[in-house]
């Protein structure tokens, strides 16, 4: 099992900058796919970043040059630097982790989600 706390969540400004921060109970990081996921009042939850466990990364459209994920395998944390924040990315914000065993094949966990509002 996998537990994933999010943290950094909050009410900013448009324009604005937070860091989101997902700390893993365990040390996955070096070989889960870890991604940050989004959803927005009545709409479907949307990948926002994905880092791969060889470290490739994919961001969606709507955030590329603003969004940033990376992770630190000691710490066993996964960030979001998100930057120039508009109201459109106002969402709660989960982490995610794909781990792969030969035993059980791919298994996804999900923390329990930060809220992120731009606004002003």
């Known amino acids: 099992q996998v537990q994933l706390v999010e943290s950094g969540g909050g009410l900013v400004q448009p324009g604005g900058t937070l860091r989101l921060a997902c700390a893993a109970s365990?040390?996955?990081?070096?070989?889960?796919?870890m991604g940050w996921y989004r959803q927005a009042p009545g709409k479907q939850r949307e990948s926002v970043a994905i880092m791969h466990s060889g470290g490739g990364t994919n961001y969606a459209d709507s955030v590329k040059g603003r969004f940033t994920i990376s992770r630190d395998n000691g710490k066993k944390t996964v960030s979001l630097q998100m930057n120039s924040l508009k109201p459109e990315d106002t969402a709660v914000y989960y982490c995610n982790a794909q781990v792969y065993t030969a035993a059980t094949g791919w298994t996804s966990y999900w923390g329990q989600g930060t809220q992120v509002t731009v606004s002003s």
């Open positions: 365990r040390s996955i990081l070096s070989f889960a796919n």
